[in-house]
């Protein structure tokens, strides 16, 4: 019995650090996309390609299970993480073509941690990510679609769908079930 008690009180533990982590990660990524909500918010502006466009355009690489534009070295990125049987791809879409840029594998780290995470929302989706991100648009007149991600949440696949209009932004969640 008292085996038991301490064994559920380790796992307990356990769960209860994991979750701490990826708390403590999710604000310390909230944290980096607010510093950089400005300077993303002002590139967007050169950017011809909708975030919808570069995820059908990311297709050809694999399905889609997560996309957002972010600045890299101080430059404007279409970034989309493809899977394909059960590889990872960052797929980079060119934002004023349309075109893939380039593909490269996801085979370690922070990423591929991420791609998992999202692959596994979207095996639960029956919505892609590209109808969240449309339908979000719809919904709010007059702000682009930033980023979409899928996680899961009351064990349900929903799309955080980051938005911006000028200098407003906002988050909304879209079922993917």
Request: net charge negative; proline share 3%.
């Amino acid at each position: 019995m008292r085996h038991g008690l301490i064994s559920s009180m380790l796992m307990f533990l356990a769960a209860t650090a994991t979750a701490q982590d990826r708390e403590a990660h999710e604000k310390s990524e909230e944290g980096e996309a607010a510093k950089a909500t400005p300077a993303l918010a002002t590139a967007l502006k050169e950017a011809k390609v909708s975030l919808a466009s570069g995820l059908k355009a990311a297709e050809q690489e694999g399905r889609p299970i997560s996309g957002k534009f972010e600045l890299e070295d101080g430059k404007l990125q279409l970034s989309v993480y493809t899977m394909k049987g059960d590889k990872f791809s960052e797929v980079i879409v060119d934002h004023k073509s349309g075109k893939v840029a380039k593909a490269e594998p996801i085979t370690q780290g922070d990423d591929l941690t991420h791609a998992k995470a999202q692959s596994e929302a979207m095996a639960q989706a029956k919505r892609s990510l590209d109808a969240a991100a449309t339908a979000a648009v719809k919904e709010n007149n007059g702000y682009r679609v930033v980023s979409v991600t899928p996680t899961m949440k009351d064990g349900h696949p929903v799309a955080d769908v980051t938005l911006v209009k000028g200098t407003d932004w906002k988050t909304v969640a879209e079922k993917l079930d």
